[in-house]
C-alpha cells in the first residue's frame, strides 16, 4: 500500500511554514507523541500514583514495539535517555575484551566510552568517504575484540551495510550506533549479526529529548552482569531487601531507579508510528 505523504506532512505543522531538514540533529514529532505525554501527565495529575501498575504495563507494551522496530527480544531492549548512555552500558560489558575497530568518520558518542576505559580504539580510514566492510576484515585491519560504528553517518549521510558488517565481524562484537536510522530505514539485529545497538529516539523517529533505547544481546546479558543497578534491577524490589538480591535476566536491569514514563511512552508512540508508515516503503521512496 503506497504511503499518503500529503496527509502524512499534515501531521507535522511546521511543514507548512518550512522545509525542514534537520531531523539529523532533531526532528518533529508526530502528534501522537504529544498525545502520550499528556496522556501521563493528566493521569499523574488527577490520580497521582494510583495508575502505577497500568503505566508498568504500558512500558513494557513499549518495550515490546521497540524490539520488534530492531529485530529483537523484548527483554533485550532497555530504556536510556540517549545514545551515549546506551553506548557506555554496551562498552561496560565488552570494554575489557580487547581494542576496538572504528571508522575515521565516527560520531565521538561511539569512539569516546572506549578511550575513556583505556581501551586502543583503532581507526580504519574511510574509502572516498565511505567505510568500507572489507577494511574490518581480520586478514587487513588490526586485531581487535569489537566493531564498532554508526548505521548512518553523521557527517555525511553514508549508510553502511549492517549485514555485510556481521558478516566480516569473524568473532568480534559488533556494536552499533543506530541514532540516524532508527525510524527511517529496517534494522534487524539478528539477521546482521549486532551484539550491541543504541539509540537517541529525537531525531527521526521524532519521540523528543530523553526517549532512548539500548539492545543487548542476551547471550551477553547472560554472561556479563552490568556495572550498575538500582533498586528496580532485582526479581523483587518491593521486598525492598537491602542485604541481597537476584537480577533480573533482562536488560531492563540497567534501567536506575523509577521508570521515566513520559520519554518512554513518546518513543512507543513514535516507533508505532514509524512501524505504521512501513520502513520498508520509506527505505525504497528514498532509494
Known amino acids: 500500500m503506497s504511503i499518503p505523504w500529503d496527509e502524512v506532512r499534515k501531521d507535522f505543522p511546521a511543514l507548512a511554514r518550512r522545509v525542514y531538514l534537520n531531523a539529523a540533529a532533531t526532528g518533529l514529532t508526530p502528534p501522537t507523541v504529544r498525545e502520550a505525554v499528556d496522556r501521563f501527565y493528566r493521569e499523574l495529575q488527577e490520580g497521582g500514583d494510583v495508575h502505577w501498575e497500568d503505566w508498568m504495563e504500558r512500558r513494557e507494551q513499549v518495550r515490546a514495539r521497540v524490539a520488534t522496530l530492531i529485530g529483537a ?3 533485550e531492549v532497555a530504556f536510556v535517555p540517549n545514545t551515549s ?16 575497530l572504528t571508522d575515521d568518520l565516527e560520531f565521538p558518542a561511539v569512539t569516546l566510552p572506549w578511550i575513556h576505559r583505556g581501551v586502543t580504539v583503532h581507526f580504519v580510514p574511510a574509502v572516498e568517504g565511505i ?6 576484515g581480520t586478514a587487513s585491519a588490526p586485531p581487535a575484540a569489537t566493531i564498532a560504528l554508526s548505521h548512518v553517518q553523521f557527517s555525511n549521510g553514508c549508510r553502511q551495510d549492517l549485514d555485510a558488517f556481521g558478516a566480516v ?3 568480534r562484537h559488533l556494536v552499533v550506533s543506530v541514532s540516524q536510522s532508527a525510524g527511517a530505514f529496517p534494522i534487524d539485529v539478528r539477521r546482521s549479526g549486532v551484539d550491541g545497538l543504541a539509540s537517541a529516539g529525537h531525531k527521526w523517529l521524532g519521540a523528543g529529548y530523553g ?26 524490589p518491593f521486598a525492598f531487601d537491602n542485604r541481597e538480591y ?22 512507543g508512540a513514535a516507533v508505532d508510528y514509524a512501524l505504521a508508515l512501513g520502513l520498508e516503503e520509506i527505505e525504497a521512496r528514498v532509494l
Open 131 to 136: 567505510p568500507r566492510p572489507e577494511s574490518f
Open 73 to 75: 527480544e523484548a527483554d
Open 211 to 236: 526517549a532512548g533505547f539500548v539492545f543487548i544481546r542476551s547471550g551477553l546479558l547472560r554472561e556479563r552482569p552490568p556495572r550498575t543497578i538500582g533498586w528496580m534491577s532485582v526479581e523483587n
Open 85 to 100: 548512555t546506551g553506548m557506555n552500558l554496551v562498552a561496560d560489558l565488552v570494554a575489557a575484551d580487547g581494542p576496538v
Open 246 to 267: 537476584t537480577l533480573v535476566r533482562a536488560n531492563r536491569r540497567t534501567e536506575l531507579g523509577c521508570p521515566a514514563f513520559p520519554a518512554i511512552f513518546a518513543l
Open 169 to 171: 565481524k569473524d568473532g
